[in-house]
């Protein structure tokens, strides 16, 4: 059976998420984050070298990176679902999407994230301003630009389809799931009514309730 490494507010929620869409048999091993760093605990580290979440072991292999996870889930246990034909409209933008979650938009998110972060961390009173004053010039030159050119992009996207690769739900929606919920819950999604609106229609469904009520604590505000 497959166990999936699973941490606590992080990317692994998609996992699940996927398997209970395909009714799969799953173990989780959960981890809880460090209360202070929030960063994962060192046993994750004698599970796969990078010690990130999430990874999952299956017929003595182990498979780390979401999108590796769940093209592996799609191809091995998928029977048709979560991935097109690579002949069929939508192949082309489920790969798009695929790679965009985590090689473009995740990397925005965790700048702004980071960026926000040195603002509010604790430092002599002298430095505050000046790291202000750059975390503030990297945000509005480059960061926020960027989120705001993504979202309209996305949200016209999500305007004239149901899933990113078309009418069906595939790994793609799986792969955006968590940037687009971290950026409704951190409130970055004002004026982008489609994003909204597909980030609700993703919490209602069964297998992610199912996901959620397995996986425990799921807070990325
Ligand atoms: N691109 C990787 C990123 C993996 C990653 O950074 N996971 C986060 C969870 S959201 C993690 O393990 N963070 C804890 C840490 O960095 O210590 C993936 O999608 O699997």
Not at 18 to 38: F, P, Q, S
Not at 45 to 66: C, F, M, Y
Not at 119 to 132: D, H, R, V
Request: aromatic content about 10%; glycine content about 8%; overall charge neutral.
């Amino acid at each position: 059976m497959i166990i999936v490494h699973h941490l606590e507010d992080s990317r692994s929620q998609r996992v699940l998420w996927c398997l209970e869409e395909l009714g799969v048999d799953y173990d989780i091993k959960h981890y809880k984050r460090d209360a202070a760093t929030r960063l994962a605990p060192e046993s994750l580290k004698k599970v796969h070298p990078l010690g990130k979440s999430p990874v999952i072991e299956d017929r003595g292999q182990i498979i780390a990176e979401t999108g590796a996870i769940i093209e592996y889930i799609a191809d091995t246990y998928g029977r048709g679902a979560m991935k097109p034909d690579a002949a069929a409209p939508g192949y082309r933008d489920y790969i798009y999407w695929m790679h965009f979650a985590e090689g473009s938009l995740m990397p925005q998110l965790l700048l702004k994230l980071f960026f926000t972060r040195i603002k509010e961390t604790k430092m002599p009173f002298f430095a505050k301003p000046i790291a202000a004053g750059i975390a503030n010039k990297v945000l509005k030159s480059y960061v926020d630009p960027n989120l705001k050119t993504q979202m309209s992009f996305i949200n016209s996207q999500l305007a004239d389809r149901a899933w990113f690769a078309g009418d069906d739900l595939t790994g793609a929606d799986i792969m955006m799931s968590f940037p687009l919920e971290a950026a409704q819950a951190r409130g970055a999604l004002g004026g982008f009514s489609a994003i909204n609106a597909y980030v609700d229609k993703i919490h209602e469904r069964p297998a992610y309730q199912r996901a959620l009520s397995r996986g425990g604590p799921y807070s990325l505000s």
